[in-house]
Structure formats: structure tokens, C-alpha cells
């Protein structure tokens, strides 16, 4: 019995589902709701006192972190195997998954909040975003939550967070032969852990930060076209629309 508790729209979320995905894992959706402030009231914080998602729970026991949670089901589920066999390769491999988690994530929740997240919010009617902000069990953060809800999207914000997109474009580009993957021929759990930078360039209409990279621009087609890719991605109906970027 596997139960992922995660949040359609997470980065986070997306590189576990997609594990779950390639694997071919049956698994029983727990949606926490990032902006009703789900993942930080007391029924949530047991399972994880982190107030992070995703979290997975195998036969009752939790495990948490998302990369860790991708190596975890690589061990728990080996077939087919997501971490290559020789030792440098998986060194690589675990490489991305810890750039992704230490740079990449960083720049892509300021733009996922300036482009997704704060667009909802400002649209909500002013009583239910205090009923919402409410919940929230840290105020400073509910009241930095309700400034930067108006007004449009922060634009040195955007620009700081486009430029990082750029630097780790380049280091894919260079760390790419044509028509290979991250850990060498196979598509392993480094791909796994940009695989979320592709697809959320995509959905915020940044695709053309590609375009001068052509190895990662390659390899950027070749993930997204991948049928685990898109069974991993938000439902329609979960899914938040950008404002432009």
C-alpha cells in the first residue's frame, strides 16, 4: 500500500509521483492543499512534522523529502531501476538530485509564486483570503502572505529567478552529449530530478530560455515527451494557470 500525501501543483511532489510513475507503482492520492495552508495544521504535521510535501507512506511507515523518497522507492521497487550500476554514474545521478533540491527549486518557487501562486490568491474575495490566512499558524508569514498577494508580479523577483534558470540551462547543456540523459544512456533518477525545471519552464511560459542550449533543449523535448512525464503532471482540474510571464 502506497500513499503519497502531496500537492498537484508542487515541484516536490512531481519528481515522487513521477517515480511512482516509471515504476509503474499503484498509489492512493493524499491532496494537501499548499494555499489553504494544509500542509502546516496539526493533522498533516503528525505525519510530518516538516510541513513539507510530498510525503510517502509505505505499509504504514512515512518517509519523507522528496529525493529521498525517489531513492527510497528505487530500492524498495527495483524493477525497472532508476539509479544506474556503476558507481560513478549513480554518484551523478544523486549529483542532480542534490542541485535540483539546493539551486534549482529555490529559483523556481520564486517564480511558481509570482506567476501561479499569487495570482490565486489575489483573486480570492478578501474574506476568504483572511479566513485562509487565518489558519496560517506563523502571522508574520500570514501578513507576508497578504502584501505581496497584490499589485502585479514582482519583477526583479522574476529577473533574479530567470537568470538562475539560465545558469542551470548551461550546466545541463554542458553536461550532456546528444541524445544522452544526466547519468549516461539510461534515464535514471538524475533526470528524474530536473525532469520538475522542464516541465514547470514549460507551464510558466519559458520555454525560450532553451533556445541557447541546444543539448538541453534536446533533452528537454525528450522528458517531456515521456509518458511517465505527463501521467505525473496535474489533472486539468488541479492544475493552476499562470498569469504571463
Not at 542550449?213 to 517531456?224: F, I, S, Y
Request: proline share 9%.
Amino acid at each position: 500500500m502506497i500513499e503519497l500525501w502531496h500537492e498537484w501543483n508542487s515541484v516536490h511532489s512531481f519528481k515522487v509521483r513521477l517515480v511512482l510513475e516509471e515504476k509503474r507503482i499503484p498509489w492512493q492520492s493524499r491532496q494537501v492543499e499548499l494555499l489553504k495552508f494544509e500542509h502546516l495544521q496539526p493533522e498533516y504535521l503528525k505525519l510530518n512534522p516538516a510541513g513539507l510535501v510530498p510525503a510517502l507512506v509505505h505499509d504504514g511507515r512515512v518517509v519523507t523529502e522528496s529525493s529521498v523518497i525517489c531513492q527510497y522507492l528505487d530500492d524498495a521497487f527495483p524493477q525497472p531501476p532508476l539509479m544506474p550500476p556503476e558507481p560513478h554514474a549513480r554518484a551523478q545521478a544523486r549529483a542532480w538530485l542534490k542541485y535540483f533540491d539546493d539551486e534549482v527549486h529555490g529559483a523556481l518557487r520564486i517564480a511558481s509564486f509570482q506567476l501561479l501562486y499569487r495570482p490565486l490568491l489575489a483573486a480570492l474575495p478578501p474574506d476568504e483570503l483572511e479566513a485562509r490566512l487565518a489558519r496560517h499558524p506563523d502571522p508574520q508569514r500570514a501578513r507576508a502572505f497578504r502584501e505581496t498577494s497584490r499589485g502585479a508580479p514582482d519583477a526583479a523577483a522574476l529577473a533574479g529567478a530567470k537568470e538562475r534558470f539560465a545558469r542551470a540551462i548551461r550546466r545541463l547543456d554542458e553536461a550532456l552529449p546528444r541524445g544522452a540523459w544526466l547519468a549516461g544512456s539510461a534515464f535514471t533518477l538524475g533526470d528524474v530530478a530536473m525532469a520538475p525545471f522542464a516541465e514547470r519552464l514549460e507551464h510558466l511560459g519559458l520555454s525560450r530560455l532553451w533556445d541557447a542550449a541546444p543539448r538541453a533543449k534536446d533533452w528537454m523535448h525528450r522528458v517531456l515527451a515521456r509518458p511517465a512525464v505527463i501521467a505525473a503532471g496535474a489533472p486539468p482540474e488541479h492544475r493552476f494557470a499562470p498569469v504571463s510571464a
